[in-house]
């Protein structure tokens, strides 16, 4: 994920008006498939047991403040949104209200902050609940996954 870093302090930055989820998706660049030098060697899922260990691997590198999930096997979350190769999304009040475009070109962290500046504008005059705020990469966004 290019902007890692990037998403990781925005993460940290609003965690107090939101709060933020990734779900780890079928891999982008397995080790025994199209891998690239440098990466983290994961091989492609067999098993949802295969997914959550590679999802604990980035569980490992990102700001308590980030949750993790592992989409299903059968790549629900991915599919309902489009998630492959890297996806923001913002949902406030269960509706999607920023849909960024696919990545890693269209993987635009600036516009999630943008959205937050006025999002803590809009709300910081009055008690709001806090919603919920996912980034989606090498993972994506489902806010309830249903594993069978």
Known sequence: MAQFDRICRT????????DFLVVYIEEAHPSDGWAFRGNIAVSTHRSIDDRLAAASVLGNAVPSCV??????????ANRAYG?????????EGGIVA?????????FRVE?????????ETRTSS????????S??????????INCP
């Open 11 to 18: 993460a940290v930055a609003y965690s107090s008006i939101a």
């Open 83 to 91: 998630g492959l190769f890297e996806r923001l999304y913002v949902v």
């Open 126 to 133: 009055k008690s709001a609940p806090r919603q919920f705020v």
């Open 135 to 144: 980034t989606v990469s090498k993972d994506s966004l489902s806010a309830v």
């Open 111 to 119: 516009e999630v902050e943008r959205w937050l500046r006025l999002y």
């Open 67 to 76: 949750n993790i999930v592992a989409d299903c096997m059968d790549n629900e």
């Open 98 to 106: 920023y849909q960024g475009a696919r990545g890693p070109s269209g």
